[in-house]
């Protein structure tokens, strides 16, 4: 299994609203990252997890929360968000061999 | 601090036409990756390839090449013989860091159009 899942593909939510966007990948890799891209912007990372601690935050607002529950899942609690939050919200991982990050496939958000 | 830049926003070529997507870095660092990813429609960020700083070998994988030159700190990407499925946006992507707390670092993306 070479692949970073990421649920739910679309989300819409209000301003007042509380959801959580999660990723997985069952690689044994040892950090897990968020990204952020704007459309026709290149992703601007978030957060970085490394060996399940926060290790990377970009100065992100509170109204992001990530979680790290354990080695394969990483999560992105959001509460309050904007309209100009809306995104695709991209998770990533990287092995030990360190050659790459996977990407998932990501999550358009869209805050109304 | 780190940059990359890719001057071409946008590319638009004929089938078969070969097409080079260029980029240019800043970095302060000796040793440093260099990669470039391909984002189709779909969103998913696809891995092509990394060079670490020490490596100036140019590279060739079916229609696609690099060219790594570090005295003009360049690693261009040429697409041979273009296809229509090559349609998509490439970001060439920098990291000075490879270990907990590596950071890759984007360029702005090259938007190619391969036409039928």
């Known amino acids: 299994d070479t692949e970073v899942t990421q649920t739910p593909k679309h989300l819409v939510m209000g301003m007042t609203n509380k959801k959580s966007l999660k990723c997985e990948q069952h690689?044994?890799?040892?950090?897990m990252y968020w990204y952020k891209q704007k459309a026709k912007k290149p992703p601007e990372l978030m957060f970085v997890?490394?060996?399940?601690?926060?290790?990377i935050n970009e100065s992100v607002p509170s109204r992001f929360s990530p979680e790290c529950p354990n080695s394969s899942l990483l999560n992105l609690h959001l509460h309050a968000l904007q309209p100009e939050d809306s995104a695709l919200y991209l998770c990533?991982?990287?092995?030990?061999?360190?050659?790459?990050?996977?990407f998932g496939s990501g999550t358009q958000l869209s805050v109304l | 601090a780190q940059k990359v830049t890719q001057a071409q926003t946008e590319i638009s070529v004929v089938e078969k036409e070969d097409v080079t997507l260029d980029c240019v870095y800043e970095t302060r660092d000796t040793t440093y990756y260099l990669f470039w990813y391909k984002q189709p429609p779909s969103g998913e960020l696809v891995f092509l390839i990394r060079?670490?700083?020490?490596?100036?070998q140019n590279e060739i994988s079916g229609r696609y090449s690099w060219n790594f030159q570090k005295s003009t700190s360049s690693f261009n990407f040429t697409i041979t013989a273009s296809q229509v499925v090559d349609s998509a946006v490439y970001f060439c992507?920098?990291?000075?860091?490879?270990?907990?707390?590596?950071?890759?670092?984007f360029g702005s993306g090259t938007r190619l159009l391969v036409r039928p």
């Open positions: 997890y490394s060996y399940e601690k926060l290790s």
């Open positions: 990533a991982s990287i092995g030990a061999s360190n050659e790459k990050l996977f």
């Open positions: 060079r670490n700083s020490f490596d100036e």
């Open positions: 690689m044994g890799h040892r950090a």
């Open positions: 992507a920098l990291s000075e860091a490879w270990d907990s707390s590596y950071k890759l670092i």
